[in-house]
């Protein structure tokens, strides 16, 4: 009763101290709401530069932007060099993210006969999925204007050549932002491995990341950020709450139900084999994160420096937080909440990355720690599955936190940058639908392609496998020596 | 012959050793184990899930030692090992059938 209490108060007191600091900053608003204003003032080359920061995150908010530089848009694209060559920095960021960072982070959480298996999966689908974008994944993701999904125009990146500059970032090369999308997508379909992991099938995994990867990234990719249904709705989503964190947590979180339990799930330790290689994972994915938020404003401008600074601060204070929740309710704080909050911290200011400003951003920070504490105890007692290392308790409700706080804190009267016609609380329905889409698009194409891999190869292995640790039963190798 | 198994809290190590050393006794074997009687363990905390260490690591010490040097063995590893708390371990000491050097081939008494 105490505790719950402590909890109650502290939540009370971060939230009205939370909203105080964020309006601290309302005298800079008229100037952080305006880069649209001055970029436009600035040579050609630049010019279409905020135009473009605004595009990969949503067809609305851009209004702001286009409204201030209509006469650059007639200039004729011209290749920044700047630009491109933070794209390539940000590009090598998110693959680090993935390979070693997402591989490290989510191997240490398991235990040490399955720390291959771990690394296999993350590995392996960073291979296979940018394989496939370059396929298919990028023209129907970002090639039209359908609802849903684009056209086929540039399948097998047809019509691209080095030469060619990218419509969506009309200052950097199509390869570029080719290759930049190609590593979220990469990304999105790797974060999942982490609810069914140390009881799926190898092949299972594969089978399961193609299909949900064609039937839900790629619409998901297209509606909030090629043009498609979200977009036109006016969500925003700077760099990927729902296209990324959403949609990877709920069909973790559907995996982790189709697959069932581990053995021994509640009364066997399951306990983190090694919370030192799962650190270096966490900072290698927080480092990379400034390529995944900054990287997301398109080109070397103010709104990337607005994004990098929001992806230090909402993660300090993220995990600033949850280790004050944990120590509060477990009397200790530890390495895994840190990193943990950390995480939580990151993916919820990944859709507000660019339009919030830095106090909402430790606002959100703040709030968003407690909550993904709740959602890997309480919430994940009450969902009853075994998602094994919390990817629905973090990047499900940190990106479900996040998308809808983006609606609060884009706010100019908390420091954020509005989109035109803006008022709080039809941008937050607003925010609230897409996640819901997300939810419940994703959730079901997760369970067809769960139920299409059972089919085809079965899902889990076999007891005994299960028993002796995937590194040997699926690879024929042990990671540490024994 | 006995062999006399020592089972002591880690940081005992050297204390031990250098006892029996002290009189006489030449060599012996040390494992790594974990165990518990009376000590309490632990609870560690991952995200929500709670889990009870019971086991405690400890240091298993086997040493063959001649009949008329048991009691001088047994007085110097409990002085050394004792720290007055719970968990400082126990000695066995079971009768040694038969001890055998490797190098040599000898055997009995001579071997130890």
Redesign the interface.
């Known amino acids: 009763m105490k505790k719950l209490l402590a909890s109650l108060c502290l939540g009370l007191s971060l939230l009205s101290g939370g909203v105080a600091l964020a309006q601290t900053p309302a005298a800079e608003a008229p100037g952080v709401a305006t880069p649209a204003v001055t970029a436009a003032a600035e040579p050609a080359a630049a010019a279409p530069a905020p135009e473009a920061a605004a595009a990969p995150a949503a067809a609305a908010a851009p209004e702001a932007a286009a409204v201030a530089a209509p006469a650059a848009a007639e200039e004729t694209p011209v290749l920044n060099s700047g630009d491109t060559a933070w794209m390539l920095t940000s590009t090598v960021l998110v693959i680090l993210m993935i390979i070693p960072g997402l591989a490290l982070f989510y191997g240490g959480l398991g235990r040490s006969k399955n720390m291959l298996s771990v690394l296999m999966q993350v590995f392996v689908i960073f291979s296979l999925i940018t394989v496939l974008w370059v396929v298919y994944g990028y023209t129907l993701a970002f090639g039209g204007e359908g609802k849903f999904f684009g056209g086929f125009d540039k399948l097998f990146l047809k019509g691209i050549t080095a030469d060619t500059l990218s419509s969506a970032l009309k200052t950097i090369p199509e390869y570029v932002f080719v290759s930049f999308q190609a590593t979220f997508a990469a990304i999105t379909v790797a974060l999942i491995v982490g609810s069914f992991a140390e009881r799926i099938k190898f092949a299972a995994v594969l089978i399961f990341a193609v299909l949900w990867f064609t039937f839900s990234y790629i619409p998901m990719a297209h509606m909030v950020w090629g043009g498609g249904l979200l977009a036109a709705d006016g969500a925003l989503d700077f760099a990927g709450g729902t296209v990324v964190h959403i949609n990877a947590g709920i069909a973790g979180l559907v995996g982790a139900y189709v697959l069932g339990k581990r053995l021994g799930f509640g009364k066997e330790?399951?306990?983190?084999h090694s919370l030192t290689l799962s650190m270096v994972g966490a900072s290698l994915l927080w480092v990379g994160w400034f390529g995944f938020n900054a990287g997301s404003a398109g080109a070397a401008n103010g709104i990337a420096g607005l994004a990098f600074v929001n992806t230090i601060v909402a993660t300090g204070a993220a995990t600033l937080s949850w280790l004050a929740a944990e120590a509060l309710h477990?009397g200790?704080a530890?390495m895994?909440?840190a990193i943990?909050g950390a995480v939580a911290g990151l993916v919820a200011i990944t859709p507000a990355a660019g339009f919030v400003g830095p106090m909402g951003a430790i606002v959100m920070g703040l709030i968003v720690g407690p909550l993904c504490v709740w959602g890997?105890?309480?919430l994940?007692?009450m969902l009853g599955a075994d998602d094994a290392f919390?990817v629905f308790?973090v990047h499900g409700v940190g990106g479900i936190v996040g998308a809808i706080l983006t609606g609060v804190f884009c706010a100019a009267s908390l420091g954020g940058i509005e989109p035109a016609n803006y008022s709080m609380g039809h941008q937050v329905w607003v925010q609230v639908k897409s996640v819901l889409v997300t939810l419940v698009w994703s959730g079901v194409v997760a369970f067809v392609s769960y139920k299409v891999a059972d089919l085809l190869v079965g899902l889990r292995v076999s007891e005994e496998e299960e028993r002796q640790g995937l590194d040997i039963s699926s690879h024929g190798e042990t990671a540490y020596v024994r | 012959m006995k062999m006399v198994t020592a089972i002591i809290k880690p940081f005992k190590l050297d204390e031990v050793r250098e006892a029996l050393s002290d009189i006489g006794v030449q060599g012996i074997t040390v494992t790594e184990v974990k165990g518990f009687g009376r000590q309490k363990g632990h609870t560690?905390?991952?995200?929500?899930?709670e889990?009870v260490?019971d086991f405690l690591p400890k240091l298993k010490i086997e040493a063959a030692i001649a009949d008329d040097m048991v009691d001088r063995a047994l007085e110097a590893i409990e002085a050394a090992a004792r720290t007055g708390k719970i968990g400082d371990g126990k000695i066995f000491v079971s009768h040694l059938e038969q001890v055998v050097r490797i190098r040599t081939g000898e055997t009995g008494q001579e071997a130890l």
């Open positions: 330790s399951m306990a983190p477990k200790k530890s895994l909440g943990s890997v105890g309480g994940k007692r919390d308790g | 560690e905390l991952y995200r929500g899930a889990y260490v």
